[in-house]
T-cell receptor
Framework: ELKVEQNPLFLSMQEGKNYTIYCNYSTTSDRLYWYRQDPGKSLESLFVLLSNGAVKQEGRLMASLDTKARLSTLHITAAVHDLSATYFCAVDSAYNTDKLIFGTGTRLQVFP | DAGVIQSPRHEVTEMGQEVTLRCKPISGHNSLFWYRQTMMRGLELLIYFNNNVPIDDSGMPEDRFSAKMPNASFSTLKIQPSEPRDSAVYFC??????????FGPGTRLTVL
């Protein structure tokens, strides 16, 4: 059974600092997704990573995928308050590529 | 495109009542997913459809829950009878063959 683990679960960081969120998954998969969820809101797609070594950047966020290590990272550069949200990674189910398995989420809080 | 549309956005009902949640996927998407999100259990996949056919309903909690997709542009999730532990936010998402799922705004259900 595919399992997806994120760490940390909670992250409180100061504005201007850098940090990385990690997403590990247990079985082979070629596609990984990052989503953002603001409090009381829906999930918004951030990045789609489709191959080993894929790297995508949007503003202060950069996501990468290492399929051999079964690891994706979401790096935050010079954090600002507007990045405060919960971030989820999700991976294709190994046996049914229509189904995504979501991680537990990382709740990020950026303070001045 | 209007995105995934869900109704109602909020529903408050009494234990034992029937609840019907509705979803209109993005036009052209061929997969539709129903999720439930709670603080305790996180984001859970309840059921998903591909080309209007239910593919995996292993996440449906019990027989009180049922879902239908009579055509490509409409799906319902029904709870009968509802119980207080069903209180949650229910999300509908849709995708095309490339698997990136787009989420609706959610329905916040409260069962008293």
């Amino acid at each position: 059974e595919l399992k997806v683990e994120q760490n940390p679960l909670f992250l409180s960081m100061q504005e201007g600092k850098n940090y990385t969120i990690y997403c590990n998954y247990s079985t082979t998969s070629d596609r990984l997704y990052w989503y953002r969820q603001d409090p009381g809101k829906s999930l918004e797609s951030l990045f789609v990573l489709l191959s080993n070594g894929a790297v995508k950047q949007e503003g202060r966020l950069m996501a990468s995928l290492d399929t051999k290590a079964r690891l994706s990272t979401l790096h935050i550069t010079a954090a600002v308050h507007d990045l405060s949200a919960t971030y989820f990674c999700a991976v294709d189910s190994a046996y049914n590529t229509d189904k995504l398995i979501f991680g537990t989420g990382t709740r990020l809080q950026v303070f001045p | 495109d209007a995105g995934v549309i869900q109704s109602p956005r909020h529903e408050v009902t009494e234990m034992g009542q029937e609840v019907t949640l509705r979803c209109k996927p993005i036009s052209g998407h061929n997969s539709l997913f129903w999720y439930r999100q709670t603080m305790m259990r996180g984001l859970e996949l309840l059921i998903y459809f591909n080309n209007n056919v239910p593919i995996d309903d292993s996440g449906m909690p019990e027989d009180r829950f049922s879902a239908k997709m009579p055509n490509a542009s409409f799906s319902t999730l029904k709870i009968q009878p509802s119980e207080p532990r069903d209180s949650a936010v229910y999300f509908c998402a849709s995708s095309r063959d490339d698997n990136e799922q787009f989420f609706g705004p959610g329905t916040r259900l409260t069962v008293l």
